[in-house]
């Protein structure tokens, strides 16, 4: 029942294979953002998962399909912030968020002519597709955007204080906006079996463990300077305030943004050590589409705005 | 400890809120190939999930892309039968697979003249996407293809027996192709809290249940006549065989497809009550990307033949 320290944590989970590369790249991306005096923000996305045997057949999975993260890295890239895109894989991705694969393929036209033939998109779907297709190929091509992907817990960790480290230099014009829906329990490494649980052993008792709030370390050693946005999603309105400001209260850090599952696509609050703020879509914005991920990412750039002109001048490198 | 039987599983759950929708769409689909005398294939594919909360913030998950089921589709398509694919929202699908998201995007050229904006495919993606546009096409303009989908394991039963339901119709003209992961255990709906589980209360305890083996019932009731092919998952090469065997002694059906996890895009066993075949890639034929799926729905074919011609002619409606 006990929860391990966080580098107790880092002492016994392994690195993910791919860890050196995408260290390489965060390092690269963080550099040259910095060089260019950009803002950065590390918006995470998705779920992470617990593996419940080392050749990974079953995991205890949190639910998020990115929603929330995806659309926010969109916005984020709009007002001219520099994003790093640490999402599950698979999970959704800013830009081919709004066209399933399907509704790609039905937009497309084919002319056979041999070795002369040509796919076009079909005029009435060109409306729809362009203004999304301009602006991911603006991001790609401008460097504004690095993709990176984790599963399991453990690589969210590793791939979180990675990023940390790098942003870490950009003092206060970095921006954490930690949307992952990161679980709360794990197995540790040495408590999972290597095979397959059988069902013919009787139905499992899976012994679950807490795991390290790695939200302390961040806020109070890896990023100090940062604008750091934590996400709590409950499923009891009465529970959602109240852990809200507790989580503030504990970690010291800028806002929270809370929201209750079932309501979550049209009512956020942001909760700040100073303030509460509501931010609904009326049913007419909810009905033309409009993403509330557009108000909140509008609202965190304001005041994280404030939060970079308040502190103290850069010391000359 | 208790598994409970099927017909209780039925009971207890209830049907998912699409679920009259979906049969609809089945009866309807079955019926008109029935009546051309097509062969169908249900094609299952993905994990399912077991929530462990009624507001689902956490499930247990089966590993599961969907690559094995999505990829099965198309060669039946191929080989001209009528494909139910019952998949895990949001799973691989048939033609979709081939090319994520970003790829589609990327094969994109936009040319901006305002009103008369036009977005082509790059002549060198063409030929990538030229083939699979085609079969897409040509699946969908002939209804050859539906699709259905679910999440947890009990939409998935309830679908499965609605898809049966609709298939007894054909006897042997059926095949069911159960690639889909389904869980071996869940947790029944009275055991399952309502709200978000709290870390402040400690870490918690997840007791499992045994999941009714379905392929009973199915093999037995639901579709006596059809060709039923069931898949073995397994990490340890030991456990493989004997346990194919095993399903096939006691669900009597017609094969197991077995694979280990390690190795499953390039090495199955097809287990027959007579004989056992290995299908295996070389390695040439990974790096061409040749899908061994290809190989195992022809085998299938070619043997579900014998079972539907040796089958007594059916009674005149």
Redesign the interface.
Known sequence: ?T?SSWEEFFAVHLPPTDFEDNRSLLKEFCERHDQYGNKIVLVTSGGT?VP??H?????????S?GTRGSASAEYFLEQGYAVIFMHRQ?SL?P???H????K??DM?D?Q?RGPN?????K?DS?DV??PV??R??AAHAAGAILYVSFTTVSEYFWLLRAACECLANLGPRAVLYLAA?V???YIPKDKVP????Q?GS?????????VPKMLAPLVNLWVPEAYVVSFK????ENLLIPKARAALDKYKHKMVVANL??TRHHRVILVSPEASQEIVLTREEVHAGVDIESAIVGEIVRLHAHHADAAPAPAPR
């Open positions: 029942m929860s998962t419940l045997e050749n990974t057949v079953r995991f205890v999975d949190n639910f399909a698979k991705e830009f081919t968020r066209f399933s694969g399907q790609l393929l497309l084919i056979e033939t040509t796919i076009t998109v005029p060109v597709l362009a297709l301009l991911y190929k829906a679980s709360d329990f290597t095979h397959k649980m069902s009787g139905a499992p008792v899976i012994q679950l463990h807490l999603l409950e499923t009891d599952l079932q």
